[in-house]
């Protein structure tokens, strides 16, 4: 029993297997179909087992449907996957790093905000000693109150900016990655395309070459051993 691998979602090869045979191992149900997403696997179809994990034990692959691929191309998608993992690693270090860099910001802007209040609470002071006027004192309040609101707008919108380049910028990656898995399966489907049509190109060949040599058998040319031993290999 093979573990179920991970899959993508192909409109042409999806849902429950309509024939009752076959049926996964453990719960004898009718498998889905699947198109895997992973490794060296991906792009081969099979069916799998309908039982998700949530509900309960998945018994895995029950058959492939495409055999494996050509050793080239099992190469070329490993290292795809490769580059793949490196990239989203570096973007999860750098969301790490922005997330330190946002908490040391608020941090800072607390840090200002509470000098701040104190300043003005001192420079309140000071006024309403020097000349014990009431008026003046709540006027002063006033404009110091309008100057840390002012600046804590300044602040706050400096960090609000930031968090929406940073929300940019992963959609962004997001939009790339989605690219990249398209251009993936498009790759082994024309890969597997041209192994394919190779095959056919040889098949043909071999016919020709049968042809040639019965011909010659017919005709009594060359020496007849030789050529039934060429036909043996040929007929293997």
């Known amino acids: 029993m093979q573990e179920t691998p991970d899959t993508t979602v192909e409109p042409l090869f999806c849902g429950q297997l309509e024939l009752s045979e076959p049926t996964c191992m ?17 792009g081969r179809r099979f069916y799998g087992c309908p039982v998700q994990q949530s509900e309960g034990v998945n018994c895995g692959v029950t058959e492939w449907v495409d055999k494996p691929w050509h050793p080239i191309l099992q190469n070329c998608l490993s290292r795809l996957w490769d580059m793949y993992h490196e990239q989203n690693c570096g973007r999860v270090v750098d969301k790490q790093k922005y997330e330190k860099h946002l908490a040391k910001l608020k941090t800072e802007n607390d840090k200002l905000c509470i000098e701040y209040t104190k300043l003005v609470q001192d420079v309140s002071k000071m006024f309403d000693w020097q000349d014990g006027r009431v008026d003046h004192m709540d006027y002063q309040k006033a404009v110091e109150e309008e100057e840390f609101e ?28 989605l690219q990249s898995q398209a251009g993936i399966i498009k790759n082994t489907r024309k890969a597997k395309k041209e192994v394919e049509q190779e095959r056919d190109l040889l098949k043909i060949e071999k016919a020709k070459l049968e042809h040639v040599v019965n011909e010659l058998l017919n005709d009594g040319h060359a020496s007849k051993e030789k050529l039934e031993k060429i036909k043996a290999i040929l007929d293997s």
């Open 26 to 42: 453990m719960h004898h149900m009718r498998p889905i179909k699947c198109v895997a997403f992973e490794g060296t696997l991906t």
């Open 150 to 177: 002012k600046k804590k707008k300044e602040v706050e919108e400096s960090a609000r900016l930031e968090v929406q380049m940073e929300k940019l910028k992963l959609a962004k990656e997001q939009r790339c990655i």
